[in-house]
């Protein structure tokens, strides 16, 4: 290989592995299906130029407010960054990518694989080809909460977070179509709610398997639909999106458990798919204004 040839990585653990310190947190233990998150704090580096041909990438800044300068080459053009937290900077896939940073940083990474974007264009029903555009530094306040509310689910809840996390990069591919594409498209909002029998089909499925880490995906194809498309019908029919409705599923499950008296808190928080106890209660007192403990006094 010669020295102008990027360094082509085909796996995360393999593209993470070019920087000086291990991540600090990443998903790959997770049941995160076709995207990924890496948190970490590099000192100051120079990495090689690379690509990664499956997956867009999209680098989030978290180290508050100072100025950290970085020289970046994007697809063969050069620029001197003044990086700010807050900002990002998207790499799509295939699009060659070297950054020089001169203090240490911490920041986001967050990988998505080609097809996940590929189907919210389908969606647009867009007529000519569309592309995710590279984009330098740049403040982008939604796109920073949701880095933040994915690396925040990886501490409170990664075993159960599946369901959460697809909600949020369908919101994400949403919002790179709408201002990073080659051609920037609205999609159609639904005013309707899911028909009568979809909707029973869906809360009948959830029901049966809230112990499993549910995927948006998975329960959107079970009514042959997109992951946008049902989210906002959902949400028309019910008054809240699919994770705040299975949330509140596992709560009533979880009340109906702790009145048998025969099951402990930790064992219930299991049987209604909770990661832990601790979560439990979490959620229990948010909706139901106490703990599982004093509810069953």
């Known amino acids: 290989m010669s020295p102008e040839e990027p360094i082509i990585f085909t796996t995360e653990e393999t593209a993470l592995g070019v920087y000086p310190r291990p991540p ?42 100072r100025i950290i300068h970085a020289q970046r080459k994007l697809d063969g053009k050069k620029r001197l960054d003044a990086v700010a937290g807050g900002s990002i900077v998207v ?35 867009i007529s000519s080809s569309v592309e995710l555009l590279p984009c330098f530094s740049t403040p982008d306040p939604l796109v920073y909460q949701i880095g933040l509310a994915l690396k925040n689910v990886l501490v409170t809840n ?13 919101a994400l591919s949403v919002h790179l179509l709408q201002h990073y594409a080659s051609h920037k498209s609205v999609l159609t909002e639904y005013s309707h709610g899911l028909s009568k029998g979809k909707l029973q089909q869906v809360i009948n499925y959830i029901n049966s398997y809230l112990d499993r880490d549910l995927g948006l995906q998975e329960i959107a194809e079970l009514v042959h639909m997109s992951p946008h498309y049902f989210c906002q019908q959902f949400k028309q029919s019910m008054g809240m999106t699919p994770h705040q ?13 702790l009145l048998q008296g025969n099951i402990t808190i930790c064992e219930i928080a299991h049987i209604v798919g909770f990661a832990n106890q601790s979560h439990l209660n979490f959620h229990f007192k948010r909706i139901v204004g106490t703990t599982p403990k004093k509810f069953v006094k």
């Open 91 to 125: 790499n799509p896939a295939h699009v060659s990518q070297q950054a020089t940073w001169d203090e240490e940083g911490d920041f986001i990474i967050l990988a998505m694989e080609t097809q996940i974007f590929d189907r919210v264009v389908a969606e647009a029903k």
């Open 245 to 257: 409705y299975v949330i509140r599923c596992r709560i009533e499950k979880a009340k109906q458990l």
């Open 158 to 170: 990664p075993v159960g977070s599946r369901l959460y996390a697809e909600t949020m990069i369908n």
């Open 24 to 65: 600090i947190l990443t998903s790959l233990e997770t049941n995160w299906d076709g995207f990924g998150l890496a948190y970490m704090c590099q000192p100051a580096f120079a990495t090689p130029e690379m690509a990664t041909p499956r997956w867009h990438g999209i680098c989030i800044f978290t180290h508050g407010d």
